[in-house]
């Protein structure tokens, strides 16, 4: 699991999701996971562009969760071990997705269907996951982000010395996990105790001759 590649995989497995729609509806335009500076934007049309524009982490834990990940591995010798490694960083990653084409309609129309796709996809299961970062339990999760407003929009856009485009924001959040060991320790799947009382010593360890408790014979009355 190569958890180094996590931010890229999103990006990956979010610009998988837009091309498959735009062949579903046999457009010409490409989907780029790129900077939409002004001149990459005019040589590309038509396209959709991805940009992740903000990256914000945390160490967090939830609720009932610990503060370090575990995991249970079996060596070669088919024993398991709980292996405990550094906390996870929690990811929030938030992306635009914009639009350019010669035509403004065209434009509007595009980034529509770059819409809707990411609608109809907001939990992608892991047999859609893009790259080795995941797990067959893994799901992503990328939701619209109401929070991108136009001061947003044209503070991103201002870093590239234009002025604000439509565009749209979305989130996702995602662990970064650390292969770091704290500690290691062996599974003990079941304990055995021997409780030896010295006054009861186990069945057949003292006579009871030399306990001074042999049985007397009983005598048995004759009516």
Known sequence: MAQHQIIRDVGQTLLGVLRAELSAQRSK???????PTPEFLRKSAPALVLYLYDLRGNQHTLQGEHWQREEEIVDDNGDAHIVVYERPLELELRYLLCANCEELADEHELLAIGMKALLENQLITAANLSGDSWTDQDKLHVVHDQEFDLQTCRAVFGG?????????GYRSKVRLASMRELSRSKRVRQRHIDVFDPLRPPPGSVTAKELGLEAKPKLVSKK
């Open 29 to 35: 335009a490409k989907a780029l996971l790129a900077t």
């Open 160 to 168: 590239f010395g234009a002025g604000p485009k439509v565009a749209v």
